[in-house]
T-cell receptor
Framework: DAGITQSPRHKVTETGTPVTLRCHQTENHRYMYWYRQDPGHGLRLIHYSYGVKDTDKGEVSDGYSVSRSKTEDFLLTLESATSSQTSVYFC??????????????FGNGTRLTVT | AQKVTQAQTEISVVEKEDVTLDCVYETRDTTYYLFWYKQPPSGELVFLIRRNSFDEQNEISGRYSWNFQKSTSSFNFTITASQVVDSAVYFCALSESRDGDMRFGAGTRLTVKP
């Protein structure tokens, strides 16, 4: 299994508070992603990174920011959490150097509840 | 824009039945990749298969088979002689670009009853 660790695994927070989710990988893969999973929507891309300090927006980026200061860590921040951000968040990695559009390998997810 | 449709929200079968999960995609690119992922009740996401747009050859892996048809923009997944352990949510996904921006379908929840 790909070495991807997400923390925390579960979090309950109140509306309006900032929240940071962490993804740590030990595979030295260049690409990292944050997805959210919601019923009826599958997985939707929030932000991704193609290298240290290189990030870009995905399909549902509003209300989220990311940072990547090291290859192994990719942080997702909700500056002011809202109830609509209650979801399961998945981090994923891929190594494009092994072939274009190589498969994503996912972490175990973080269940976030905003009350 | 790329789009993936999995019209079957939930499917329930009895063990040993064959079942096909449908996936229809939309893309303007001539070069793209299609994927299937499995999410068992434990919640992790497991990669099953990747297929590029230039390879329409069907693939079989044990009880799993995939039928890719560009003419109908479909990439269907069949499980032969289903087992209870096949119970999971299955996602089809499409990637057009080199940065791996992958679009997922809404998923099909498969329940295999003993």
């Amino acid at each position: 299994d790909a070495g991807i660790t997400q923390s925390p695994r579960h979090k309950v927070t109140e509306t309006g508070t900032p929240v940071t989710l962490r993804c740590h990988q030990t595979e030295n893969h260049r690409y990292m992603y944050w997805y959210r999973q919601d019923p009826g929507h599958g997985l939707r891309l929030i932000h991704y990174s193609y290298g240290v300090k290189d990030t870009d927006k995905g399909e549902v980026s509003d209300g989220y920011s990311v940072s990547r200061s090291k290859t192994e860590d990719f942080l997702l921040t909700l500056e002011s959490a809202t109830s609509s951000q209650t979801s399961v968040y998945f981090c994923a990695i891929s190594d494009p150097d092994r072939g274009w559009n190589s498969p994503l390998h996912f972490g175990n997810g973080t269940r976030l509840t905003v009350t | 824009a790329q789009k993936v449709t999995q019209a079957q929200t939930e499917i329930s079968v009895v063990e040993k039945e064959d079942v096909t999960l449908d996936c229809v995609y939309e893309t303007r690119d001539t070069t793209y990749y299609l994927f299937w992922y499995k999410q068992p009740p434990s919640g992790e996401l497991v990669f099953l298969i990747r297929r590029n747009s230039f390879d329409e050859q069907n693939e079989i892996s044990g009880r799993y088979s995939w039928n890719f048809q560009k003419s109908t923009s479909s990439f269907n997944f069949t499980i032969t002689a289903s087992q209870v352990v096949d119970s999971a949510v299955y996602f089809c996904a499409l990637s057009e670009s080199r940065d791996g921006d992958m679009r997922f379908g809404a998923g099909t929840r498969l329940t295999v009853k003993p």
